[in-house]
Each structure stands twice: as C-alpha cells, then as structure tokens.
C-alpha cells in the first residue's frame, strides 16, 4: 500500500498564533494554466534624488509648507496625514476649538453602544510616524549595509522606549539606561503617552504591496487600542503558556523547527527566518529570536545587529529569488506599550514578512474562497522555503566568484547627483566576518 504524504493531498493546517486555519490546495492547482492579469515589470531605475519626492532631503513636504532637513541617514517624522492621531474630535462648547479624543476619554465617552449592543464604536486616539530608511531615494532594504539596517532598528527601538506607558515595567529599566536618542526626530511632543496601548511598525514595501511612495520607508502607528491582530496573539500566547507550565508559544514552535529544518530558511547566534507551518502568503516568514525577547528594548546590542542581518538577509533572498526588486509587507509585533508584568512575560516579539507574488509576475489575491470561507495557498511553505535556500545559495556563490575589491560600488544614479551605489555582497560580508563577527548563515540543506 502506498503512503500517501501530507503534501500530496489538499488538507487544512491549524495556525497556533492567531487561532485559524488555512487551506492547502492539492498539487494539481499549480498545474492549471494563467491567463489573468500579471503584474508589469518592476523598474529597476536607481534614482538618488527626486526632486518631486516628498520624503527626499530637502525637499517640500506634501502638506503643511515644511521642508525635509538635508538628512543623511534616516529621517523620523510624523505623518502628514495621519489615519489616526490625538487632534480631532467634538466641538468645545465654551471655546469653539476641537476637543481631543483625549479630552473625549476623560468625560466618558471611551465607549458608545446602543440599547442593544449591535452598533457599538470605540474612540481611537494615537500618532502616526514615517521613518525614511536612507536619504538616497532608490536605496530599498537589500542596497543597503548591515550598519543602515541597524540603524533602522535602532530608531525603532527607541521610539517604542519613549512611548513606554509609566505602569509599563519596562519603562523603570529604559529610564535607568538613560533617554534614547531621536535627534533625527522632527517631533519631540510625546504628551500623553500614559494612554497610549500598541506600537505597530509596519513597512509596505513596493507599489505592488500597496506603497503611495517609492522613496523606501517604514510606518509606526501608536494606538490608544490594542489593535485584531496583535490581540489575538496575544491571546493565544496567553493561553498557550497558561496550559503548558508557562512555557511559551513561539519558543516551543521554533524548538521544533529547529529540530524539523525543512522549514528554516536561515540563521545566526540569535535569530532565525523560518516559513511558518501555516503560512497563508506564498513566500511568508517569521523572522523570530531563539531567546524568550518581551520587547524591541530587550535586545541587546549584538542581538539588533543579529536582528539587522536577519532583515537583510531576507529582503536580499527574495530579491535573488525573483531577480528584481521584490515587494512585501511587513509588520513586527511585540509587547504591548501598557503592558502589565504578566503581558510582558506572555509576549514574544517576532517580525512577520508577507510577500503578495506567487510568481514573478503572478499576484496572490483574497478571492471568493479566501474571503466569505478561509484562507488558503498553492505552494507549499516547505516548498517556498526550499526556494528562498536555493536563492542564498546563489548569493554565497555570488561572493565566493566575485573578484572585486570589497570597497568597490556599482554605480547606478541620475545625471543631476554624485555617484552612488550599492555595496557588492562581498563586502557587506566581509564587513560582518571582521568587523562585527557575526557568523556566516548556516544553509540547512534538506
């Protein structure tokens, strides 16, 4: 009798971290033929400066008459146009100016529902923030060096610190380890931040993930609510680690993985990139830590450049994989801003990257099925993270045959700006090995 593998049949898979399943199709789906729309080609056009840009140095903002400073680096600023902010809200009977939602919150109106409960609303309050990772306008995540990535991170980091709610336990040790620093920062007013619950950073990266401009950015949207998602990992979390001797979730899962390697796609001393079991977009990852981290102040130094190089690694792989510029959408979630000592303790902070492309020029849509029944895929995530360990095995191949001086760039600008480029891979590795001795990405082969 012949065994018949998971993966040779349609089958369901069970997602521990949000409580929902996803559909696997049967292998036959991938056979069938495409004549739908695809997705044009990605320009790959290294423009350094746009002068129409409204995140370049320099440059007009796109609302309020501000200019951009000469920035060189990154550049943190609060959204022009917020989706959510602490500004707006009812008529101030006395003065006639707008009462904040704050303000709202204090007399009560934290929460309206009718006499039946069936329309209920909740006021949301909170800042809306850009970071611009670098002041080149091209420059995406894998032009960049291991230093540019970890100053990204660092800018996250200390924009959570600063928002870090006083009955937060977090907040006693970042205040012993001295103020962050955000002098990039062209916001200094952090009143208010008691009120505030969540910190989503989130980047979508591409025009075909959604991006409204291409000069590479991520955003930080900080809520009076704990937004769906994040809560309901929390909640699974929660549950988890209360059934099984306060063990937690994420560390079991990446425990077994390990063990498992069919799904590691790399990594270092600290972190790891894995396509998770339940994986619903074609080329999604979790880029998790092997050590229990609460929170983005938790890491330690080496451990944000280890974060840094996991970043990097996987945006330079999903380029590789498809040979262009590669879009995704990513989010990191963590501990809650107002977190008490038992949140704290049940939070994992992991980092989710979503790719929209099943192929190269194929988008992955939520049709009918994905939408009114649940989720579901063609390629399986252990498929997809073959694919992305083929890909970093090109990059290593890559570097062993390049013969060019580790400081040499390509060079690839406009007309009007001095010459730019992109680090060769072999520098930026070289850099690691000497500098930082960040250790080589382990290949599982399986």
Known sequence: M????????????????????????????????????????????????????????????????????????????????????????????????????????????????????????????????????????????????????????????????????????????????????????????????????????????GAVAGCSNLHSHCQIWISSTMPEEPRAEAEQMKNYRNDHCGRHLLADYLKQEQEKKERIVWQNDTFVIVTPWWAVWPFEVLVIPKRHVRALVDLTEIEKLHFAEAILHLAQSYDKLFGYPFPYVSGLHQAPLDATEEELENSYLHMHFCPPLLRSSIRKFFGGYELFAEPSREITPETAADMLRRAQVEILESESECSCPTDSKTVSIDTEKPAEGKKSLLSFKSVVNRVLGIARCKVEKT
Not at 29 to 49: C, D, T
Not at 76 to 81: K, T
Not at 154 to 165: D, G, T
């Open 2 to 205: 012949d065994v018949v593998k998971i993966n040779d049949v349609s089958h369901r898979r069970y997602n521990p971290l949000n409580g929902k399943w996803i559909l696997i199709a049967s292998p036959d789906k991938q056979k069938r033929p495409r004549q739908a729309h695809e997705e044009p080609p990605i320009s790959e056009e290294k423009i350094v400066y746009d002068p129409k840009c409204y995140l370049c140095p320099g440059n007009a903002r796109a609302q309020g008459g501000r200019r951009n400073p000469k920035y060189t680096e990154t550049f943190l600023f609060r959204n022009d146009f917020s989706t959510i902010d602490s500004k707006r809200g009812e008529d101030d009977l006395e003065t006639g100016s707008k009462l904040s939602y704050i303000k709202l919150i204090k007399v009560d109106f934290s929460r309206m529902l009718d006499s039946e409960d069936l329309f209920q609303a909740e006021p949301v309050f909170g800042r809306c923030y850009v970071l611009t990772y670098s002041a080149k306008h091209y420059m995406t995540v894998p032009d960049m060096t291991l230093q540019d990535v970890s100053n990204i991170v660092e800018v996250w980091s200390n924009l959570y610190s600063r928002y870090l709610s006083p009955r937060n336990p977090l907040k006693l040790a970042v205040q012993k380890a001295g103020n962050p620093d955000l002098t990039s920062c062209d916001d200094k007013d952090i009143s208010d931040s008691a009120y505030f619950k969540y910190f989503q950073i989130f980047d979508n990266n």
